[in-house]
């Protein structure tokens, strides 16, 4: 079972951390992931970091949004800087066991737990 919390209500160009956290999940064992969803958008992948370390993110996000992993609190963070209005959507933590390659960790249907989202709203 994940734990998203974190989001709020900041202006655009300020700064937002969500947190997810796990109960019956090794995350340093797992793939996990942040996506989100607009009001009246499907649900897309922003950014991953895998068993390994490894990071992957969505164009749209890079160099803004760093994901990190607490192993120690078995926790993960997404860290945004210079959010934008564009940015405003439910943001949803999401788990795989193992290392997902590169063709699986963007889909939605590689991963079999999710928290139950934090509202981020970015105000022009």
């Known amino acids: 079972q994940l734990q998203a919390s974190g989001g709020g209500l900041v202006q655009a160009g300020g700064s937002l951390r969500l947190s997810c956290a796990a109960s019956?999940?090794?995350?340093?064992?797992?793939?996990v992931a942040w996506f989100r969803q607009a009001a009246g958008k499907e649900r897309e992948f922003v950014v991953a970091?895998?068993?390994?370390?490894?990071?992957v993110s969505a164009d749209s996000v890079k160099g803004r949004f760093t994901i990190a992993r607490d192993d120690a609190k078995n926790t993960v963070s997404l860290q945004m800087n210079t959010l934008k209005p564009e940015d405003t959507a439910v943001y949803y933590c999401?788990?795989?066991?193992?290392?997902?390659?590169?063709?699986?960790?963007?889909?939605?249907?590689?991963?079999?737990?999710w928290g139950q989202g934090t509202l981020v709203t970015v105000s022009s």
């Open positions: 999401a788990a795989a066991g193992g290392r997902l390659i590169s063709s699986y960790v963007k889909r939605l249907p590689s991963y079999d737990d």
């Open positions: 019956g999940r090794t995350f340093s064992r797992s793939t």
């Open positions: 970091i895998r068993s390994d370390g490894s990071r």
